[in-house]
């Protein structure tokens, strides 16, 4: 079993609509990610946060708005989407970013959000 | 162009048979990870071969890193039904000892084992 926990498993919303992501992990991470997966292509990095810090954005549109509330929690707040935006979104989490080294992530199982 | 590229897209065989996959990089990396993901589901970490080791085994998993060809292999041996997954390889991109903080995957293997 994933100690990364997920939520909603499964995301149906019109482009209009506003909805968010969550993902909790009780590991002592300090270090959290989003990536976005679509079907047969390999995860893409969206944000990376470091000790409640935001330290990576790989050039998301702003209709993706990420927030970590404390170290156990990421959220992924959704606005006026575009059914391309349709695909699973996977957290991870690994124990921290010490500058030298990434380790081992730790996904959660995923959200599959379907826009229409 | 990605980071890291797998070979082969696809491979079938059959139980009892080995499974190669071998992943080619560009970029200077600090270490090289290999996950596992069923199907539309989340990613499972294998093993982790940092840029100074060579070889690395876990259980029925042999890893290989070449940093002067930027590749990597990944070996399962007396493969199981339940080793049909996708498999990726993902790089910790760095340079001069520091990481650029972030994993980026590859194109991925679909293995598929007949029972």
Redesign the interface.
């Known amino acids: 079993d994933?100690e990364?926990t997920q939520t909603p498993k499964h995301l149906v919303m019109g482009m209009t609509n506003k909805k968010s992501l969550k993902c909790e992990q009780h590991m002592g991470h300090r270090?959290m990610?989003w990536y976005k997966q679509k079907a047969k292509?390999?995860?893409?990095?969206m944000f990376?946060y470091?000790y409640e810090k935001l330290?990576?954005n790989e050039s998301v549109p702003s209709r993706f708005s990420p927030e970590c509330p404390n170290s156990s929690l990421l959220n992924l707040h959704l606005h006026a989407l575009q059914p391309e935006d349709s695909a699973?979104y996977?957290c991870?989490s690994s124990r921290d970013?010490?500058?030298?080294?990434?380790?081992?992530?730790?996904?959660?199982?995923?959200s599959?959000l379907t826009v229409l | 162009s990605?980071q890291?590229e797998e070979d082969p897209q696809a491979l079938s065989i059959q139980e009892g048979e080995n499974a190669t996959m071998n992943c080619s990089y560009k970029t200077s990396i600090?270490?090289l990870?290999w996950?596992r993901q069923n199907s539309?589901?989340?990613?499972?970490?294998l093993i982790?071969i940092?840029s100074n080791e060579r070889e690395k085994h876990s259980g029925r998993l042999r890893v290989t890193l070449d940093t002067s060809k930027k590749s990597s292999s990944l070996l399962i041996t007396a493969s199981r039904a339940a080793d049909t997954a996708s498999y990726?390889c993902?790089t910790?991109v760095?340079a001069g000892?520091?990481?650029y903080?972030?994993?980026?995957?590859?194109?991925?293997t679909i293995l598929t084992v007949h029972p």
């Open positions: 994933t990364v270090a990610y292509k390999p995860p893409e990095l990376v470091s330290s990576i699973l996977l991870a970013i010490s500058g030298t080294t990434t380790g081992e992530l730790f996904f959660g199982e995923g599959r | 990605q890291g600090n270490n990870q996950y539309g589901r989340g990613l499972v970490h982790l940092r990726f993902a910790d760095g000892g520091t990481s903080g972030k994993l980026t995957f590859g194109q991925g």
